[in-house]
């Protein structure tokens, strides 16, 4: 049962380089989901997909892009890394039938 | 938009009850949740409700919610040190594009 899987666990960038954050699960789940969490402001949406080919932003989608090629696959990319994108960054999917949403393990990222 | 406010800090002591409080404003909510993050974790979903029930009793957990009032909250029985963590209320709306919407998170502490 590997759920939402994240990789990396952790990285460290420096400002103005490039990375893709990878996220898949393995529940057949149409929507997926990316967030940040940020001390005392909770989890904000940064983009969001409700099945393949299908992406939309959220709260804060700028400095970031997603694609959704594939049903288990929601990579999301930094395109120029930037200190304000220090975060801790959770990938999440859902089924459309079942409201329940469940999380990867983050992958916690700092920009120099 | 949604908005969902939850205080920041609870302390209570090993034994007591603990109630953490969320206030939500979209009447369209469909269920609300309950998450748990422990430190350096991803998120752990507690439990759920759905906007028609008022109460739902999981073991040691009681959630509580005020439709009228738009006041959802949690009751943790019989606090143990391993219920220190961080909780999430968090709400979604109809639709099969619906985002969650998350609170700022308690931070709960059991103190000996």
């Known amino acids: 049962n590997a759920g939402v899987t994240q990789t990396p666990k952790f990285q460290v960038l420096k400002t103005g380089q490039s990375m893709t954050l990878q996220c898949a699960q393995d529940m057949n789940h149409e929507y997926m989901s990316w967030y940040r969490q940020d001390p005392g402001m909770g989890l904000r949406l940064i983009h969001y997909?409700?099945?393949?080919?299908?992406?939309d932003q959220g709260e804060v989608p700028n400095g970031y892009n997603v694609s959704r090629s594939t049903t288990e696959d929601f990579p999301l990319r930094l395109l120029s890394a930037a200190p304000s994108q220090t975060s801790v960054y959770f990938c999440?999917?859902?089924?459309?039938?079942?409201?329940?949403?469940?999380f990867g393990a983050g992958t916690r990222l700092s920009v120099l | 938009g949604e908005d969902v406010e939850q205080s920041l800090f609870l302390s209570v002591r090993e034994g007591d009850s603990s109630v953490i409080n969320c206030t939500y404003t979209?009447?369209?909510?469909?269920?609300l949740y309950w998450y748990k993050q422990e430190p350096g974790a991803g998120l752990q979903l507690l439990t759920y409700?759905?906007?028609?029930?008022d109460m739902k009793q999981d073991q040691r957990l009681t959630v509580l919610l005020n439709k009228k009032d738009k006041h959802l909250s949690l009751r943790i029985a019989d606090t143990q040190t391993g219920d220190s963590a961080i909780y999430f209320c968090?709400?979604?709306?109809?639709?099969?594009?619906?985002?969650?919407?998350f609170g700022t998170g308690t931070r709960l502490q059991v103190t000996l």
């Open positions: 979209d009447s369209s909510s469909t269920y």
């Open positions: 997909s409700v099945g393949a080919g299908i992406t």
């Open positions: 409700i759905f906007s028609n029930m």
């Open positions: 968090a709400e979604i709306g109809t639709g099969t594009a619906s985002k969650l919407t």
């Open positions: 999440a999917s859902r089924g459309i039938a079942k409201n329940i949403q469940y």
